[in-house]
């Protein structure tokens, strides 16, 4: 009797430490894969966007990429005005439909052709009216399937939006695709045309126009980035994540000046920032009909679309209040002064809703050479400033003495920092200066 019952509570003992074994295990496979595993199955809204950008960018992945590829293939030629256009478009619809996205197509008409823009739209929570747009183009030529011209594109935005949907941004996402690229850039055209008239606020354009062809080692590793420098502040932000996440990513990035050969070229004729992805090496089969998922190199694209998807996130945690729009730079003084009777007032007409805080570049230099002007005792006509703007913000440019006579030009250059960032407003005029005199023509 004795002996039985130590022999039980032993028993007893050893089935405690085992249940709590069993039950720190199972919690501990819960919790991974609630945050990790599960979060790529079933995405839910996550408060912290912050701690899972690396998990959204691993779940981008070439068998995503690739079925959405075959599919669009599958279709065969699709030029604008086609059947076939309008079933790749059909699809492009349903896949988006199926988000928690508000989505609708947009017809257009320019230059007698006609088509169908699709737009779907990630509300933002901010208190900023700001749009970011990520576009691509889903016709083809009349001969070519257009997997990689533009069926990367689509693939990507694609993938990009069932990642980003369920989160919560600061600044509404657009994921736009439009036809009529291939017939001289019409779709986007229209689309940009409406926009305008809408007075929406768009801050950033990123457009992805054949992104997935590559045959060398140099051509898998890098990608090309046109813009302008209204667009430097989206370039950044795509540079700082090839650096951070250089292990997932695995580009570097190429910059280039603006080059207007795909639809973003619509928006920076309007004054929009937009920055511009594109293959290392032009695809020999785009535009014929050899351009097929066989020429693909699905890795390649995997990593332009984690580095797509990383930039939109980062532009759409803005929350910006002030826009170009909003800022006033003007030049004080008369047609023929001395420098010190000259004054730079930048103005921020939002100063009710809130200050903004610039980066603010004066320069005066030679209109031909371009380099800054000096004064008799070496003083560079050069200014760095930054500035919380309240109301207003003015600047003397002080006595400079400029001994000979020189044709000159005055450059005002702003920046928006923190929520601000990707403003951008410059002011630029023209005159001489002589025998310490500053001739303006005309002001600004």
Not at 42 to 51: G, I, K, Q, S
Not at 398 to 403: A, D, E, L, M, N
Not at 424 to 438: D, E, M, P, S
């Amino acid at each position: 009797m004795f002996n039985l019952a130590k022999n039980l509570k032993f028993i007893i003992v050893i089935f405690i430490i085992i249940s709590t074994s069993v039950y720190s295990i199972t919690f501990f496979n819960q919790n991974n894969n609630g945050s990790i595993n599960n979060y790529y199955k079933n995405p839910e809204v996550v408060e912290n966007v912050t701690d899972t950008l690396l998990d959204m960018m691993l779940r981008v992945n070439e068998s995503i990429l690739e079925e959405h590829l075959k599919k669009i293939e599958r279709f065969g030629p699709h030029p604008t005005g086609s059947d076939a256009v309008d079933k790749v478009g059909n699809y492009i619809y349903n896949c988006l439909d199926n988000l928690d996205l508000e989505i609708k197509y947009q017809n257009w008409r320019y230059k007698f052709k006609k088509g169908k823009n699709i737009e779907a739209t990630q509300k933002g929570i901010g208190s900023t009216e700001g749009i970011i747009i990520l576009c691509a183009h889903y016709d083809s030529t009349t001969i070519s399937p257009g997997v990689d011209d533009d069926g990367s594109g689509v693939a990507s935005i694609l993938t990009i939006a069932k990642i980003l949907n369920k989160l919560k941004v600061n600044t509404t996402i657009r994921y736009v695709l439009f036809t009529g690229e291939e017939q001289g850039l019409l779709g986007s055209h229209e689309y940009v045309e409406k926009a305008s008239k809408n007075k929406d606020k768009i801050l950033g354009v990123v457009c992805l126009d054949s992104v997935g062809y590559a045959k060398t080692k140099k051509e898998g590793n890098t990608i090309r980035n046109f813009g302008d420098e209204n667009s430097n502040w989206i370039y950044d932000i795509s540079k700082n994540l090839t650096e951070k996440y250089k292990k997932y990513i695995k580009l570097d990035i190429e910059k280039y000046p603006h080059k207007g050969i795909s639809d973003h070229q619509s928006f920076y004729k309007k004054g929009f920032a937009t920055s511009y992805f594109f293959e290392y090496t032009l695809d020999p089969y785009y535009h014929t009909s050899e351009d097929t998922l066989d020429k693909m190199n699905m890795s390649y694209l995997v990593k332009v679309c984690r580095l797509t998807l990383g930039t939109i996130f980062g532009m759409s945690n803005l929350n910006r209040m002030i826009y170009n729009e909003d800022i006033e730079i003007k030049l004080k003084g008369s047609i023929l002064s001395y420098p010190e009777q000259l004054t730079i007032k930048i103005k921020n007409n939002k100063c009710t809703i809130s200050n903004i805080n610039l980066l603010i570049h004066i320069e005066i230099n030679n209109l031909f050479s371009g380099n800054v002007l000096s004064g008799p005792y070496g003083s560079f006509s050069k200014w760095n400033y930054t500035k919380d703007i309240k109301d207003n913000w003015e600047f003397v440019l002080g006595s400079h003495s400029f001994s000979k006579f020189e044709l000159i030009r005055i450059n005002v250059i702003i920046k928006g920092l923190g929520d601000e960032t990707g403003l951008y407003k410059k002011k630029t005029t023209v005159g001489f200066v002589r025998k310490g005199l500053i001739c303006i023509i005309p002001k600004f």
